[in-house]
């Protein structure tokens, strides 16, 4: 009986901090990636969408059951899409939180030690990961979203013992998101070897030799001018504070291993021991496919994405260590850390989406005038219709990163913001997005004929520009910040 009373107990708790983590992160369901998952769920629930230019984001949707996923959940509970992606976004911060629950015990004994290191995780939700250009986890719901949850239950398990659980939760991720999986499962079986059999010097010798004997065919020659697009896939391009954060953490967690072995903290210990190996073999790799051109095209696997592990890991301790040795049982000190902590958090978060609602709820008007004029889009034009927009329009000021196709549910031209992003991962679509970005060139300056050639050239029908925009074009709808416009 006191073992349900304090399992329905820790879910209330789990659920509190789920909203107040919903609070502080807010939510922004078409924002950043969703443009390129979210149009994969769409296509599947009305085939007849994007029948342009769909391989900008089919490539992605074909390589996770992300998109089957969500499908198979709008079908079987009957709500609309925009429902089911706002559900699944808490659920998915809640397993977070549940998962940081499930490790945190794997270190420390104390309630209060293991609260508080969930309740860091809730305050930090939208750290960024130095050099990655990820969050711990996003403002909407995606596979990586998921994948995060499964990663740190795999570990929490690994540590608890439970190797067939542990295995369970790496397929999950495996199927929502392969890459950020394949780190946590490289993370699972080096943890479980240095655990039965102590090796020192065995994760260096084995893992960073790998990268050296890799061979493959040369990408498209229009690859090389997205790699020169995407600054976090090359090290030697990073920032000095990015490199601060790949630093920081080995150091942290080689103190870490010292203080556990002290406190024969055995699990943190192991941990502490395996992450300074896991991050510098990535690190060595990262350098490796960072000298072009012979590995440019592998750049694009990210070895020190891995950092985002390290770093879950490393709030979950650290939370914890507070918890146990400077919050204690002292409320004033649980306010003076997460309050300010919270807040901050919460107006970075406003800073990245000041035209925008925080939360972003289902039911609820849009009052970004991009989303209106999208919306617009949606309901009052054809569903085969081909839309030419600025080419870096998410990065706009007011625009506040949605995506077109996700909101509009509408094809267009390739983009400078999230089509670079999937031909960087994917190079056979080089060739033709760098077409489309060169005939889009100078978009500022473009007046009805530049529109009439797009017509021409790729069957525009429709333009979405910047107000005041150009003279004699007949433009259905308008808002103060752009106007919809027809191409005859």
């Not at 203080?259 to 992450?275: H, I």
């Not at 999937?422 to 529109?451: H, Y």
């Amino acid at each position: 009986m006191n073992g349900t009373y304090t399992t329905k107990r820790r879910a209330l708790y789990l659920v509190l901090l789920t909203a107040a983590a919903l609070l502080i992160h807010g939510y922004h369901p078409y924002a950043e990636d969703s443009e390129i998952y979210l149009p994969g769920v769409l296509k599947i629930l009305n085939p007849s969408l994007f029948p342009a230019n769909a391989e900008f984001f089919a490539e992605h949707a074909g390589h996770t059951l992300y998109p089957n996923l969500i499908v198979f959940l709008v079908r079987a509970t009957h709500l609309p899409l925009p429902w089911v992606a706002f559900l699944g976004q808490l659920i998915s911060i809640f397993l977070v939180l549940a998962a940081s629950w499930r490790l945190a015990s794997a270190f420390f004994e104390e309630d209060r030690a293991r609260w508080a290191a969930v309740a860091l995780m809730a305050a930090l939700l939208t750290l960024p990961i130095a050099g990655t250009a990820l969050y711990i986890l996003d403002q909407y719901l995606n596979p990586r979203n998921l994948a995060a949850f499964a990663a740190l239950f795999a570990v929490a398990e690994v540590l608890h013992r439970k190797y067939g659980r542990a295995t369970l939760w790496m397929v999950f991720a495996t199927v929502m998101h392969p890459l950020m999986a394949s780190f946590a499962i490289a993370f699972c079986v080096w943890l479980t070897v240095l655990d039965r059999y102590r090796p020192r010097i065995l994760g260096f010798r084995l893992a960073a030799a790998l990268p050296f004997g890799l061979t493959f065919d040369p990408p498209p020659a229009a690859y090389h001018q997205i790699a020169l697009r995407q600054p976090y896939f090359y090290i030697q391009r990073w920032q000095w504070y990015e490199w601060l954060g790949l630093i920081g953490p080995v150091a942290l967690f080689w103190v870490l291993a010292r203080f556990a072995r002290r406190r024969k903290m055995k699990n943190l210990e192991l941990v502490s021991r395996a992450v300074i190996p896991f991050v510098l073999v990535a690190t060595a790799a990262a350098i490796v496919l960072s000298i072009p051109p012979r590995f440019e095209a592998l750049a694009r696997l990210e070895p020190l994405r891995c950092l985002a592990l390290t770093y879950m890991l490393l709030i979950i301790i650290g939370g914890g260590l507070a918890g146990q040795y400077l919050l204690q049982g002292q409320a004033w000190r649980w306010l003076v850390l997460f309050v300010p902590l919270s807040l901050g958090m919460f107006f970075a978060q406003r800073q990245l989406f000041p035209a925008s609602a925080h939360i972003e709820w289902p039911w609820a008007k849009q009052r970004n005038q991009w989303v209106q004029a999208f919306e617009w889009i949606r309901a009052n034009t054809p569903v085969d219709a081909l839309f030419a927009l600025d080419p870096r329009h998410m990065d706009l000021p007011g625009e506040d990163e949605n995506g077109f196709r996700a909101r509009a549910e509408r094809s267009r031209l390739a983009d400078l913001v999230k089509d670079k992003g999937a031909c960087s991962m994917f190079p056979t679509l080089s060739g033709k997005w760098l077409e489309q970005v060169e005939d889009q060139k100078n978009w500022e300056q473009f007046g009805k004929a530049d529109f009439e050639r797009l017509r021409q050239k790729y069957g525009v029908s429709w333009v979405v520009v910047e107000q005041p925009g150009p003279a004699g074009m007949e433009c259905p709808y308008q808002n103060p910040a752009v106007r919809v416009c027809r191409v005859d």
